[in-house]
């Protein structure tokens, strides 16, 4: 009988412990449940941009859940967007102290990191987020992308450089041209230092590696010019408009002064001439050259020269109004009034003559590294 009783109270308390086990497993998996379910409605404000009212549904899942990786990356992420980046670093930071991460939450954690130390503009964490990044896997491209973001925003064209030399999956033109443009930026920081020389350097090394780098020439021209040596200017500019006849405009302001200091003001028309030779279709040379066929009183030849350029590019406004000037000086007065009329419409129009072909920024001015979209190189002239 004893040992019946016994049998008994022992299955009594195998049931009982059986029954908080089960009772304990089921309230964790409703918590659970019920954290994921919090999480949702948190993403769906996300999603919504109700940013206060995901937050406080992702602190919530966390109460719930503290094993909730997501939710506390979002809470971060989130943070970082309100401005609070110091905070989100936090969340962020302490989330990688903990030692059961997967290797995707690792990578989740420190992309996140590197976006808070980013907006904190604290660089070098921000490098070193996507170094432990490139630590779980070798060859991240996220990571890679993002490091190279930095350099940029660091103003590091060198560690730029060298990232895109190595890894840049970007055609070989392209790579080229964006190569030429980081040397140019570190030429430019040379130049700021004082150090000319060490400037050209880099000027002639982004040359050399793209002739379509407009600025490496001009800003070699310039450089020249500071350092009082106008000979050396005029060869890196002729260099230019021989290599590259897709601005010409920004190497004719530069040339004539050029000449000017050299005293060879009359060589001018002479490098019109030999461009026009190979590049008809360069209007600033025809219209260099037309001035100088007024200046000598050839008035007649001047708007034949117009005229040639303006076939080239008929909507050219300079063009038209040296026309105009040319015809009065014939005494044409009417075709004089013609043209200007028709100047006067065009005039009405944007003035904005370069356009990104990235993202649609335009200015007056040519630039090569979109102060909108942060494109390397895509101006164009805007038709
Ligand atoms: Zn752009």
Same mark, same amino acid.
């Given at each position: 009988?004893?040992?019946?009783?016994?049998?008994?109270?022992?299955?009594?308390?195998?049931?009982?412990?059986?029954?908080?086990?089960?009772?304990?497993?089921?309230?964790?998996?409703?918590?659970?449940?019920?954290?994921?379910?919090?999480?949702?409605?948190?993403?769906?404000?996300?999603?919504?941009?109700?940013?206060?009212?995901?937050?406080?549904?992702?602190?919530?899942?966390?109460?719930?859940?503290?094993?909730?990786?997501?939710?506390?990356?979002?809470?971060?992420?989130?943070?970082?967007?309100?401005?609070?980046?110091?905070?989100?670093?936090?969340?962020?930071?302490?989330?990688?102290?903990?030692?059961?991460?997967?290797?995707?939450?690792?990578?989740?954690?420190?992309?996140?990191?590197?976006?808070?130390?980013?907006?904190?503009?604290?660089?070098?964490?921000?490098?070193?987020?996507?170094?432990?990044?490139?630590?779980?896997?070798?060859?991240?491209?996220? /990571?890679?992308?993002?490091?190279?973001? !930095?350099? &940029?925003?660091? +103003?590091?064209?060198?560690? @730029?450089?060298? #990232?895109?030399? =190595?890894?840049?999956?970007?055609?070989?033109?392209?790579?080229?041209?964006?190569?030429?443009?980081?040397?140019?930026?570190?030429?430019?920081?040379?130049?700021?230092?004082?150090?000319?020389?060490?400037?050209?350097?880099?000027?002639?090394?982004?040359?050399?590696?793209?002739?379509?780098?407009?600025?490496?020439?001009?800003?070699?021209?310039?450089?020249?010019?500071?350092?009082?040596?106008?000979?050396?200017?005029?060869?890196?500019?002729?260099?230019?408009?021989?290599?590259?006849?897709?601005?010409?405009?920004?190497?004719?302001?530069?040339?004539?002064?050029?000449?000017?200091?050299?005293?060879?003001?009359?060589?001018?028309?002479?490098?019109?001439?030999?461009?026009?030779?190979?590049?008809?279709?360069?209007?600033? /040379?025809?219209?260099?050259?037309?001035? !100088?066929? &007024?200046?000598? +009183?050839?008035?007649?030849? @001047?708007?034949? #020269?117009?005229? =040639?350029?303006?076939?080239?590019?008929?909507?050219?406004?300079?063009?038209?109004?040296?026309?105009?000037?040319?015809?009065?000086?014939?005494?044409?007065?009417?075709?004089?009034?013609?043209?200007?009329?028709?100047?006067?419409?065009?005039?009405?129009?944007?003035?904005?003559?370069?356009?990104?072909?990235?993202?649609?920024?335009?200015?007056?001015?040519?630039?090569?590294?979109?102060?909108?979209?942060?494109?390397?190189?895509?101006?164009?002239?805007?038709?």
């Amino acid at each position: 009988m004893d040992q019946t009783l016994f049998l008994l109270i022992i299955i009594g308390i195998l049931a009982i412990v059986l029954i908080i086990i089960l009772w304990l497993f089921r309230k964790g998996k409703t918590v659970t449940g019920e954290a994921r379910t919090e999480y949702i409605a948190g993403l769906n404000f996300l999603l919504a941009d109700e940013k206060d009212k995901a937050l406080e549904k992702l602190r919530s899942t966390v109460r719930m859940d503290t094993e909730f990786i997501d939710a506390y990356i979002k809470i971060g992420d989130i943070l970082r967007s309100q401005g609070a980046a110091d905070g989100a670093i936090k969340i962020h930071r302490d989330l990688l102290v903990r030692p059961n991460l997967s290797d995707n939450q690792r990578i989740a954690v420190n992309k996140a990191l590197a976006k808070d130390y980013q907006a904190a503009k604290k660089f070098p964490q921000a490098l070193q987020a996507c170094d432990h990044i490139l630590d779980v896997e070798r060859g991240n491209a996220w /990571a890679k992308d993002f490091q190279l973001a !930095i350099f &940029e925003e660091m +103003g590091d064209w060198q560690s @730029a450089y060298n #990232v895109v030399r =190595k890894n840049s999956k970007l055609p070989k033109d392209e790579k080229n041209i964006r190569l030429a443009c980081y040397k140019v930026e570190q030429g430019r920081q040379s130049v700021a230092l004082n150090q000319e020389h060490d400037a050209r350097v880099h000027y002639r090394e982004a040359i050399k590696l793209s002739p379509d780098c407009v600025q490496g020439f001009l800003e070699l021209a310039d450089s020249y010019m500071r350092d009082k040596r106008p000979s050396d200017a005029l060869d890196a500019l002729k260099n230019l408009i021989q290599k590259n006849p897709n601005f010409p405009e920004l190497a004719f302001a530069r040339l004539k002064h050029v000449l000017f200091d050299l005293g060879q003001f009359g060589e001018i028309e002479e490098v019109y001439r030999d461009l026009l030779k190979s590049n008809p279709q360069v209007v600033e /040379a025809q219209l260099g050259l037309a001035e !100088i066929y &007024e200046k000598k +009183g050839e008035i007649r030849h @001047a708007v034949d #020269v117009c005229n =040639k350029a303006l076939s080239y590019d008929p909507d050219r406004v300079d063009v038209k109004l040296m026309l105009v000037r040319l015809q009065s000086k014939l005494g044409r007065d009417e075709r004089a009034a013609d043209i200007a009329s028709e100047l006067a419409g065009q005039l009405l129009k944007d003035r904005n003559r370069y356009i990104c072909n990235v993202c649609n920024y335009t200015n007056q001015d040519y630039f090569w590294h979109c102060p909108q979209c942060n494109s390397w190189n895509t101006a164009k002239r805007r038709v």
